[in-house]
C-alpha cells in the first residue's frame, strides 16, 4: 500500500519529464498500432471466411470420395453446426430415344446453407434466386441439355431407373467453381431421390460433400476434433482452400499490415531506448540524492522497476484503448465488402501481442540503464564524478536485438520479414557508421568564424553526441516511410495486375471444334475480346516411369490432380503469363513431349525428362516431361497444369474454352450467346470478380489509412525525440542572442543544421529502405526488385524539410522571448 | 543537553581516528587524505575551513558515509560505518544524517513543497505535505510552495534545501559550502537559519566553508591543510 501510494506520488511528478513522455508515447504508439493492426486482421480473416458462405453454399466443406461417418453428423450437431448433404456423379440422362452425360448433384434439403441458387423458367426467362435446391421427383438442368435431349422445361426426364420431371434451368448454384470446368451439363436434384435411381453402386465414382455452418468457434472446435479423424480421401475445405484468389489477396493484404506494424514498433523501440537512456542519465543526480536520503540500493532498485511496471501498465492501457477507436474506423473503411453482417466481437486472443509488446519494449530496451542507477556512487551529490557507465554495449545490444527479432517474430510470424528488416537495419548501421565518420572528420576541420554554414557545422559539433542518435531515429523513421511506400506501391500494382479492369468474367466452356470459328465470330462481333481459345481434352494421369502413379506418389490422395481427371491442352508457344522453370520448350514438330505446371510437378516429383502416362478415353498416351513451367493462376483466363505440342492430341475428342470480358451494360449479350450456342456452358465468374475488386478497393483504402496512421505515429516519435536536446539548443540560442548574434543567421543557421541532419537521415534511411525492399521483394511478396531512383531524390528532401521546419519551431521561444527570461526559465 | 545525545560512550556523535584516503590516478597514489583525527559532539556546530583542494570535501563524504576511507575508522552515532555495506550506511544515514549543499541539489520537475515532501514521502510519512508546508513557512518560503526551483533565486533554492535537510528530523547535518553560490549577504541569512535550526532543534552542525563570517559563528572550526587536520584547530571565539 505504502509502496503505491509512493509510486503514485512519483508518478504524478515524473509526468513533468520529457523522457517519461516520450517514452509512454513509444509504448503508447507500439501498443495501439500492435493491437489495431491485430483486431483488423483478425476481423479481415474472419470476414473472409464469412464471405466463404457466398463461394462454398456454406461455411466449409468436407469432401470425400466416401460417405462421411454418421455420428460425426450427431457431433456437429451437438456442437450447434448445421448441416446439408450432397452427393455427386456422373450420369446418363434419358429422354425418349436420345441419351447426354451429364454431371448431377443431389442435394439435401437443407442445401444451400448460404447463398443461393440461381434458376430460370424458361430458357430466355428472367433468372429467380432460391434460397432451396429442387423437391423430390424435380430436376433442375443446365439449359446445354434442352437441345441436346431435344426437350423442354416440364418434360420427364430419366436417370438411371427413375424418371423426374425438369421443373426449372439452372443457371449456377452458389458452389460453382472453375474445378468443374469441361464437366458435363450440370444437374440439381433431391438427394431423396438417390435411392431410387439405383445409379450409386459400390465403385462407381462419386464424390460426397457434407456442408457446415456455424461461429467461429463452433467450426474451430469441428475442426479440431475431426482433424485426426479424417480419411485420406477426406479434405476439409475453407474459403481459403476452396478460393485462393481470394484468399491470397488477402495474404499479401495481411502481410503488408504485419509489416507495417513490425516497423511501427521497431520505431517505437528506438524511441524507447533513446528516451529512457536519457532519462537514466536524468536521474543519475537524483539517486545520488536518494542515497544520501538513505535508500538503499534495493528501494532504489524497486522504485525504478515499478516505475516501468506502472509505465507498462498505462502504455498497454491507453495503447489498448487507443487502438478501439482506431480499429473501428479502419473496419469501417473495410466494411462495405463484408456483406454478412459481423458482430463486432473483440478477440482478446488478437490483443496479447500488443500487451507482449508494451512488457518487451520496456524491459529490453529501458531496464538496463534504469537498473545501472543503482551503482550511481553517493559520492556524486558532492562533486560530479565520471559517474557509472549506464549503457553496457554489447548486453544491451544483444539483449535489443534478441527482442526486437522476437516481437517481429511473434508478431509477424514471418522469418522473412525479420530477416528483411534487420538487413535494412544492418545497412542503416552501416551507413550511420560511415557517416558519424565522416562527420567527424568534417567537423574537426571547422575553423572559427560566423559564415551561415560554419554555424550550421559548429553546431552540430557542439551536438556532436545526441546527433548521431537523432540521424539514426530520423533515419530510422524514412527506413520506415521508404519501406512501406515502396511496398504499397508494389502491393497495389500486383493487385493491378491480378485483377485489371477489364480481368475476364465469362468462361465459355466445351466449344466443339467446329463452334469454334463461330465463337470468335460471334465475340469478335461483339467487341469482346477474348483470351486465345485453348483447346481441352480430358485425361487422368496413371503412370510415371511406367510405374502407377499411386505406387510413385506417397501422398497420391492428398494430390487433388490425380483424384480427378485433368483438363489437357496443347500449345504451340509459352503464353504470356506463363514462365519456363526447367527444361525448354518444344520445337515444331515435336510431338511426344509434354509441359507440367510447377507445383503440380513438384508433388509429383517430375522433372524433364520423366515418362508420364495419361489415360484418355479408353487409349494410353506417353510423353516425356519437356518442360516445367509456372503459371499465373490468379490472371482469370484457362489456366492448364498439363499442355502438349500441337498435334500430340489431334485423335482425341477436344472441346475449346476461354475466358473474356464482358462489360455490365452488354449482359444482355449472355443471353442471345446461349440462344446461338446452346451446347456451350456459359460459367458466369462476375460475381467472383467484383467481390475481388470490393476487396481490393477496400483493403486498399484500410492500408492506406494505416499508412498514414504509422506515419502520423512515426512523425510524433521524432518529434519527441529530438526535443532532447531541445533545453540546450535554447539556452545556446539565448546565449548567442545576448552575445550579439543576429535574428536571421541564427535562423539560417538553424535551418541549416537540421535540414543537413534530415538530408543525411533521408540518405541513410532510403538506402535501408531499398535493402529492406530487395529482401521484401524476392521472398515475401514475390514481385522482382528495382531501383527506386526516385525515392533516392524524394526522400532525403523531404526528411531535409521536416527536420528544416521542426528545427524552426524549436527555436521559436528563443527568437521570441528576451534572452534574459530564456536563460533563467530554461532548465 | 538530553538523553537523546547520550548513546555514544564517550559522548561524541561522531568519530574519526586515523583516516586517510587515497585515489589512484592514472597509475599515481594521489594521498588526499592523512591521518585525520576528530571527535564531534552531540549538538556542537563544527565549521571545517581550508584551501581549495585541502580535502575539506572529501572528508565531509567520509564522515557521512557517502564513501569508505582506505584507512582509519568513523563512527557515527556509535556504529562503525567502516564495516558497515553501503546499504547498512545508508539505512543509518536515513535514520540520523541531513545534507546540505553548495549546488542546492533540487530536483528541478518538483516544486518547492514536493522537493521538501519528497524525503518524507519515501520514509512513508503519512503527513508528508502537511510537515513539508511547514517547514517551508518556517524557513520563510510559505508563499512559494508551488514554485519550481527554476524559478527561485538562489538563496530561496538553498531554504528550500535546508527545509528539506531538517525534514527527515536529522540528528547530524552535513553542509558542504551552502554559501558558496549566494552573495554575501543572502549568506548570511542563511547562516544564521542555520544557526537557528541548530539550537532550536539541536541538530549537530557539521559544515565546510570557505566563509569566515559563517566559520565564525559555530562553536569550533577545524582547518585542512593538504590532507591534514590542523594539529591546533585556529580557535577563534564567538
Ligand atoms: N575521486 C577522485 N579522483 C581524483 N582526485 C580526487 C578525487 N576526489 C578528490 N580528488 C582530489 O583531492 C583533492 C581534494 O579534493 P576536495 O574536493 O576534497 O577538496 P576541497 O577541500 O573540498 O576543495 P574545494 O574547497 O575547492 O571544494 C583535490 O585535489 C581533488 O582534485
Ligand atoms: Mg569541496
Redesign the interface.
Known amino acids: 500500500m505504502k509502496f503505491l501510494h509512493l509510486l503514485l506520488w512519483l508518478g504524478r511528478r515524473d509526468w513533468a519529464l520529457r523522457e517519461v513522455r516520450v517514452t509512454l508515447l513509444a509504448v503508447l504508439v507500439a501498443v495501439a498500432t500492435v493491437a489495431t493492426i491485430g483486431l483488423f486482421a483478425d476481423q479481415l480473416q474472419r470476414s473472409v471466411m464469412a464471405s466463404g458462405s457466398q463461394f462454398l453454399a456454406a461455411d466449409r466443406q468436407l469432401r470425400g470420395s466416401q460417405p462421411m461417418a454418421e455420428d460425426w453428423l450427431k457431433d456437429s450437431a451437438t456442437l450447434g453446426l448445421r448441416h446439408a448433404a450432397m452427393v455427386r456423379f456422373s450420369s446418363m440422362l434419358f429422354a425418349d430415344q436420345h441419351l447426354q452425360l451429364a454431371s448431377v448433384k443431389a442435394v439435401g434439403s437443407a442445401y444451400p446453407l448460404a447463398g443461393q441458387v440461381t434458376v430460370r423458367d424458361t430458357p430466355s426467362g428472367p433468372v429467380r434466386r432460391l434460397a432451396h435446391g429442387p423437391a423430390p421427383g424435380k430436376l433442375w438442368v443446365d439449359a446445354r441439355l434442352l437441345p441436346l435431349l431435344h426437350i423442354n422445361v416440364g418434360d420427364s426426364v430419366q436417370v438411371g431407373q427413375a424418371s423426374f420431371k425438369v421443373a426449372a434451368i439452372l443457371v449456377q448454384e452458389p458452389d460453382a467453381g472453375l474445378s468443374m470446368l469441361g464437366l458435363a451439363p450440370r444437374v440439381l436434384m433431391n438427394l431423396d431421390d438417390v435411392a431410387a435411381t439405383g445409379v450409386i453402386q459400390p465403385g462407381s465414382r462419386v464424390a460426397y460433400v457434407d456442408f457446415f455452418s456455424g461461429s467461429d468457434p463452433q467450426l474451430s472446435r469441428f475442426h479440431d476434433w475431426l482433424k485426426t479423424r479424417l480419411r485420406p480421401d477426406q479434405r476439409w475445405i475453407g474459403v481459403k482452400e476452396g478460393r485462393p484468389a481470394v484468399s491470397r489477396t488477402i495474404d499479401r493484404a495481411e502481410r503488408f499490415l504485419m509489416l507495417g506494424g513490425s516497423l511501427a514498433v521497431l520505431m517505437a523501440l528506438v524511441a524507447i531506448a533513446v528516451a529512457s537512456r536519457q532519462y537514466a542519465i536524468r536521474q543519475l543526480d537524483t539517486v545520488a540524492l536518494l542515497k544520501t536520503f538513505g535508500l538503499t540500493q534495493a528501494r532504489i532498485n524497486r522504485l525504478y522497476l515499478g516505475r516501468l511496471a506502472s509505465w507498462t501498465l498505462i502504455g498497454t492501457g491507453g495503447g489498448l484503448l487507443l487502438a478501439l477507436p482506431l480499429w473501428f474506423a479502419l473496419a469501417q473503411l473495410a466494411k462495405r465488402w463484408i456483406t454478412t453482417p459481423l458482430a463486432w466481437s473483440l478477440n482478446p486472443v488478437a490483443l496479447w501481442p500488443a500487451a507482449v509488446t508494451a512488457v518487451v519494449a520496456l524491459f529490453a530496451f529501458a531496464l538496463p540503464p534504469i537498473v545501472r542507477l543503482r551503482k550511481v556512487p553517493a559520492m556524486r551529490v558532492l562533486r560530479s564524478l565520471p559517474g557509472v557507465d549506464l549503457v553496457g554495449i554489447v548486453p544491451d545490444v544483444t539483449l535489443a536485438l534478441l527482442a526486437m527479432v522476437a516481437l517481429i517474430a511473434l508478431y509477424a510470424r514471418n522469418l522473412w520479414l525479420v530477416a528483411a528488416l534487420l538487413g535494412g537495419l544492418a545497412a542503416l548501421l552501416l551507413l550511420l557508421v560511415l557517416i558519424g565518420w565522416g562527420l567527424a572528420n568534417l567537423l574537426s576541420r571547422v575553423g572559427q568564424g560566423g559564415g551561415t554554414w560554419r554555424l550550421a557545422l559548429i553546431g552540430m559539433r557542439r551536438h556532436r553526441r545526441a546527433l548521431l542518435s537523432q540521424v539514426a531515429v530520423v533515419g530510422l523513421t524514412m527506413m520506415l516511410v521508404g519501406t512501406l511506400y515502396l511496398v504499397r506501391t508494389s502491393l497495389l500494382q500486383s493487385w493491378q495486375r491480378q485483377l485489371p479492369a477489364e480481368a475476364p468474367n465469362e468462361f465459355l466452356v466445351n466449344i466443339a471444334p467446329d463452334a469454334v470459328p463461330q465463337v470468335r465470330r460471334f465475340l469478335d462481333q461483339n467487341n469482346l475480346s477474348a483470351s486465345h481459345l485453348y483447346p481441352m481434352v480430358r485425361g487422368r494421369l496413371t503412370e510415371i516411369n511406367g510405374k502407377p502413379v499411386r505406387q510413385v506418389v506417397s501422398d497420391a490422395n492428398e494430390v487433388e490432380a490425380l483424384n480427378r481427371e485433368l483438363n489437357l491442352t496443347w500449345m504451340e508457344k509459352l503464353p504470356a503469363d506463363n514462365k519456363l522453370v526447367e527444361g525448354r520448350w518444344w520445337r515444331t514438330g515435336i510431338t511426344d513431349e509434354v509441359s507440367v505446371e510447377q507445383r503440380l510437378a513438384e508433388k509429383l516429383g517430375l522433372h524433364p525428362g520423366d515418362r508420364v502416362t495419361f489415360v484418355i478415353g479408353a487409349q494410353q498416351l506417353t510423353a516425356t516431361v519437356a518442360s516445367i513451367r509456372s503459371v499465373d493462376w490468379e490472371s482469370m483466363r484457362p489456366n492448364f497444369y498439363v499442355a502438349f505440342p500441337p498435334g500430340a492430341l489431334a485423335d482425341y475428342p477436344a472441346t475449346w474454352i476461354t475466358s473474356f470480358y464482358l462489360p455490365h451494360a452488354q449482359r444482355l449479350l449472355l443471353d442471345r450467346f446461349n440462344r446461338e450456342f446452346p451446347t456451350i456452358t456459359v460459367l458466369d465468374i462476375a460475381h467472383l470478380i467484383n467481390r475481388i475488386h470490393d476487396i481490393v478497393g477496400q483493403i486498399t483504402q484500410a492500408v492506406e489509412a494505416l499508412l498514414v496512421m504509422i506515419l502520423a505515429a512515426a512523425l510524433l516519435v521524432v518529434i519527441a525525440v529530438l526535443g532532447a536536446t531541445l533545453p540546450e539548443r535554447q539556452r545556446e540560442g539565448a546565449l548567442l542572442r545576448t552575445l550579439g548574434a543576429r535574428r536571421a543567421t541564427l535562423v539560417r543557421s538553424t535551418l541549416l543544421e537540421f535540414a543537413l541532419i534530415g538530408a543525411m537521415a533521408g540518405l541513410a534511411g532510403v538506402a535501408a529502405a531499398e535493402g529492406a525492399v530487395w529482401l521484401l521483394q524476392y521472398r515475401l511478396f514475390s514481385g522482382t526488385f528495382e531501383w527506386h531512383l526516385g525515392l533516392w531524390l524524394v526522400l532525403p528532401v523531404l526528411s531535409a524539410l521536416l527536420m528544416a521546419v521542426v528545427g524552426r519551431l524549436q527555436l521559436k521561444p528563443v527568437l521570441t522571448v528576451s534572452p534574459m527570461l530564456l536563460l533563467r526559465q530554461l532548465e | 543537553m538530553n538523553e537523546r545525545y547520550s548513546d555514544t560512550p564517550d559522548g561524541a556523535l561522531l568519530q574519526a581516528s586515523e583516516l586517510t584516503h587515497q585515489v589512484v590516478v592514472e597509475q599515481h597514489t594521489l594521498t588526499i587524505l592523512q591521518g585525520v583525527n576528530l571527535e564531534i559532539k552531540a549538538g556542537e556546530s563544527v565549521a571545517i575551513v581550508g584551501r581549495s583542494g585541502s580535502g575539506k ?1 572529501t572528508l ?2 567520509l564522515l ?1 558515509g ?2 569508505v576511507p582506505s584507512e582509519g575508522t568513523v563512527i557515527l552515532a556509535g556504529s562503525e560505518l567502516t564495516r558497515l555495506s ?2 547498512e550506511r ?6 540520523y ?1 541531513g ?1 546540505v ?1 553548495q549546488s542546492f ?1 533540487l ?4 516544486t518547492a513543497l ?1 522537493n521538501v515532501q ?2 518524507l ?2 520514509r ?1 510519512d503519512k503527513d508528508a505535505e502537511k510537515r513539508a508546508r511547514q517547514l517551508l513557512e518556517r524557513v520563510g518560503l510559505g508563499d512559494r510552495l508551488s514554485h519550481r526551483p ?2 527561485l533565486s538562489g538563496g530561496e533554492q538553498q531554504r528550500v534545501a535546508i527545509a528539506r535537510a531538517f525534514a ?1 528530523d536529522p540528528r547530524i547535518l552535513f553542509a ?1 559550502e551552502p554559501t558558496g553560490n549566494l552573495d554575501t549577504e543572502t549568506g548570511a541569512e542563511i547562516v544564521e537559519l542555520l544557526m537557528t535550526l541548530n539550537r532550536e532543534e539541536g541538530t549537530t552542525l557539521v559544515l565546510v566553508t570557505h566563509d569566515t563570517q559563517l566559520a565564525a559563528r559555530c562553536s569550533r572550526q577545524l582547518r585542512m591543510e593538504a590532507g591534514r587536520l590542523g594539529a591546533v584547530p585556529v580557535e577563534v571565539s564567538a
Open positions: 570535501t565531509l563524504g557521512a557517502l564513501d553501503e546499504d545508508a539505512t543509518l544515514r536515513s535514520r544524517v545534507f549543499f541539489q530536483l528541478p520537475a518538483l514536493e519528497l524525503p514521502e519515501l512513508g527554476r524559478q527527515s558542504d
